[in-house]
């Protein structure tokens, strides 16, 4: 059980890792654009 617990987890932490970097991202291509 434990070790199901510390995999879902890790996957919730790399999605959640995944979803800010793709959001910061989605914010920055404005400001990028500017030159």
Request: proline residues 9%; aromatic residues 6%; hydrophobic residues 45%.
């Amino acid at each position: 059980m434990a070790t199901v617990v510390e995999m879902t987890i890790e996957k919730i932490d790399e999605v959640k890792s995944r979803l800010g970097r793709f959001g910061v991202f989605l914010q920055k291509p404005p400001v990028l654009s500017r030159p």
